[in-house]
């Protein structure tokens, strides 16, 4: 299986060789901003899995305090990735081009987000992240 994600302006691309996994939907006020959205949508991908095919010249990193990041496109602003350490973790799925074979599969952080925003009814959402909202989690 070949994914296939380019940025809005096209001037970057990339390819991941594998299945997306873990995707989700983050509405903390963080992913809101670096999103420019009501919430994120993002999935996973497998180490050795992803590859820049073209435009990494092209890319800006932010990297927080706490060793995540995210790169985007110096020409358009696109978000397309996140990373752990400086390696891609994952891609934004508004950056994916077709059907990636995924949809969300939870709602983390609902308890920040947006006061603007509607939840639908019958989705997986936690107040926090996942494990947060398990009894005996710190």
């Not at 390696?87 to 920040?112: A, F, K, N, Q, W």
């Amino acid at each position: 299986m070949q994914i296939r994600g380019s940025c809005f302006c096209g001037a970057i691309a990339y390819v991941v060789r594998g299945a997306l996994h873990n995707p989700r939907s983050c509405h903390c006020s963080m992913c809101r901003k670096a999103f420019s959205a009501q919430a994120s949508a993002y999935a996973e991908v497998e180490p050795g899995t992803f590859e820049w095919v073209c435009g990494e010249e092209k890319l800006t990193s932010y990297e927080g305090g706490n060793g995540g990041g995210l790169k985007f496109c110096s020409i358009c602003g696109s978000t397309l990735c996140g990373t752990v350490e400086g390696r891609v973790h994952g891609v934004t799925l508004g950056c994916v081009e077709g059907d990636p074979g995924i949809s969300i599969g939870m709602h983390i952080y609902v308890g920040s987000k947006a006061p603007w925003e509607i939840l639908p009814e019958g989705i997986v959402a936690y107040e926090e992240g996942p494990l947060a909202d398990e009894p005996g989690t710190p």
